[in-house]
Structure formats: C-alpha cells, structure tokens
C-alpha cells in the first residue's frame, strides 16, 4: 500500500549548520507532496508543497523539490536557527479523500 | 481571520464516559479530518468528512463517532468504547486534497 517513510530523528544541529530531512514515498498516480511542522503543544502548520513532478516548493528558508524518479521529497535548509526546533511531517496526497503521513522527524537546533 | 478552532485545549474523561470534542472552521472548506496523535508518534486517521452529512471512517475509528451536520462544524465524540484515549487529537480541513490541509491547535485529552 501507499507509505511515506521520513528519515529518523530526533536530528541535533548547532545554530547555521546546513538540514537534509529525508523523505520516499511509494504511492500509485501522481501525489501531491508537502512538508508541515509541528511546535510544542501545537496544531501542524504547512510548510511547503509541490504538485508536479520538479516543482520546488519553498518557505522560511525551506526548500524541497518533487523527485519523480527517485520518489523523494527532501526537506532542506542551509542555515538552521534555534527557532527551527520542532516536528517536521513529510505527507503525500493522492485525489482519494485522504493523506498519508510520515511518522515525522524531531529536529534540535542548539545555540 | 479565518481558521479552525478546536476546544477544549485540555479534556479530562472519566472512565465510562463519552466526551465530545469540538471543531468548527469558518474557511468554508469542504471536507474536514480528525486525527489522533500519540507521544513520539505520527498521526492516524480517526474519520473524514468530504460534504455535510457524510463521512468515512479512517484507520482508527473503533470507539469513535463523529457528525457533519454543517459545512462549517465536524465534532468527534470518543465513547466509552475507546480502551485508550489519552492522546492529542487534531482537526484539519483542506479545500481539495492537493491544496494541503489546515489544521486547529489540538485537544488534548486524558483519562483520570
């Protein structure tokens, strides 16, 4: 079936250090990818997305780009700051009804 | 602004008790989500609505009910059937499903 597999944290990096966060994804027809974030006690928040095979989606700094050919969806940042800290969710969705989430990735950032 | 607000932020059940968690948004989106969200874990499908007065069930709906009976309101009634409901549990909507989702700020329940 259908499955998003995010690379597993939790993930420590220092202030400005440079962020890959994984993501593949097997799925049937032509999914929509994003990535949402999740801060303490807090609901998700979109991140980013992409609906096409080599769109780049991009936000705060965030940047992930739509690999067809590999089925990935890597989240990606060049210069991480404290205030990154938080839950990163990758998530697919195909015309269907519903989503399929990644078991999601804490990531760290120490001053 | 629009948004999703969902209450109450804390819940506390007893055993045997049905409790009933609200979620209205006034983004006149169609369809509308519930999913449940355990420690150090990803979140699972409760039940989905696409179009008021109708629903699906999810991955984990045994022990839940829910309702559509407006466009702009989706409430999620854990019953006493659910064995263990402790959990943060989060309300979505989205327009269509490749515009992503937007969600409220969560529930978070507990059994005392």
Redesign the interface.
Request: glycine content about 22%.
């Given at each position: 079936g259908d499955s998003v597999t995010q690379m597993e944290g939790p993930v420590t990096l220092s202030e400005e250090a440079f962020l890959t966060i994984n993501c593949t994804y097997t799925a049937t027809g032509y999914p929509s990818l994003f990535w949402y974030v999740q801060y303490p006690g807090e609901g998700l928040q979109l991140l980013l997305k992409a609906t096409k095979a080599d769109d780049k989606g991009s936000n705060k700094g965030f940047e992930a780009t739509y690999r067809k050919e590999t089925t990935s969806f890597h989240l990606e940042k060049g210069s991480v700051q404290v205030s990154d800290s938080a839950v990163y969710f990758c998530v697919y969705n195909t015309n269907a009804g519903k989503s399929t989430f990644g078991d999601g990735t804490t990531l760290t950032v120490k001053p | 602004d629009g948004g999703i607000t969902?209450s109450p932020k804390y819940l506390f059940r007893k055993e045997g008790q049905n409790v009933t968690l609200s979620c209205e948004q006034n983004l006149n989106h169609d369809?509308m989500?519930w999913y449940r969200q355990d420690p150090g874990?990803?979140?699972r499908?409760i039940y989905?609505s696409?179009i008021v007065n109708d629903f699906?069930k999810?991955d984990i709906a045994e022990g839940y009910s829910v309702s559509r009976e407006k466009k702009e309101s989706f409430p999620l009634t854990v019953t006493s059937a659910q064995k263990n409901p402790t959990a943060f549990y989060?309300c979505?909507s989205s327009i269509a499903?490749?515009?992503?989702?937007?969600?409220?700020?969560?529930t978070r329940l507990t059994v005392v």
């Open positions: - | 969902q369809a989500y874990q990803g979140l499908l989905y696409q699906q999810g989060l979505a499903d490749l515009y992503g989702y937007t969600f409220g700020s969560g």
